[in-house]
């Protein structure tokens, strides 16, 4: 089989890696996904592209006003404590 007609074993991992890349999974779902990508090419790929997009979304000015309007709407529609 080509390199690039390989199909990943484990395609559902591919929602985590959002998780993984922020730091926002387990030690043990974190060497899971680590094993998995170290021996998958399709997941390798994935995994860069999603890198690449979040690099380029963080350097966006456009991305910061976003992310401020974000935290301004969280606040805003929060419950008060008492």
């Given at each position: 089989m080509a390199e690039t007609d390989q199909q990943c074993t484990s395609p559902d991992l591919h929602y985590s890696f959002i998780f993984?890349?922020?730091g926002?999974?387990?030690k043990?779902?974190?060497?899971t996904i680590e094993e998995?990508?170290?021996d998958c090419i399709k997941?390798?790929?994935h995994m860069i592209t999603i890198m690449l997009v979040s690099e380029?979304?963080?350097?966006?000015p456009e991305w910061e006003k976003a992310?401020?309007?974000?935290?301004?709407?969280?606040?805003?529609?929060s419950p008060t404590k008492k």
């Open positions: 993984y890349l922020n926002d999974v387990s043990k779902e974190s060497d998995h990508v170290r997941c390798q790929k380029a979304l963080a350097s966006s992310r401020k309007m974000t935290a301004a709407i969280t606040k805003a529609t």
